[in-house]
Nanobody, 111 residues
């Protein structure tokens, strides 16, 4: 059964950058859409970015132009490059593949 693990979160100043990774076990990663979600305290989980198996991408309006989603199927890994980070990007970020969730990674944007 596939398992997911996010990494790369941390504390960064406004305007800074982070790159999150979502690494999967098993052999089915390449056949699934990779979705990145985030959940801020007191708010619902929201979809941030998606990359399909053919590498088509979609973004929430709030991150468009700042975040870039990608994948490396040979490494069983999806990525979320986050630039020009804002305090409102603070949240726990999760990846989802084949309806499986990782444990999440905390991103905090603060001066």
């Amino acid at each position: 059964q596939m398992q997911l693990a996010e990494s790369g979160g941390g504390l960064v100043q406004p305007g800074g950058t982070l790159k999150l990774a979502c690494t999967a076990t098993g052999r089915v990663f390449r056949y699934g859409e990779v979705r990145w979600f985030r959940q801020a305290p007191g708010k619902e989980r929201e979809l941030v970015a998606t990359i399909g198996t053919a590498e088509s991408t979609k973004y929430a309006d709030s991150v468009k132009g700042r975040f870039t989603v990608s994948r490396d199927n040979d490494k069983n890994t999806g990525y979320l490059q986050m630039n020009s980070l804002k305090p409102e990007d603070t949240a726990v970020y999760y990846c989802n593949v084949h309806n499986k969730w990782g444990q999440g990674t905390q991103v905090t944007v603060s001066s």
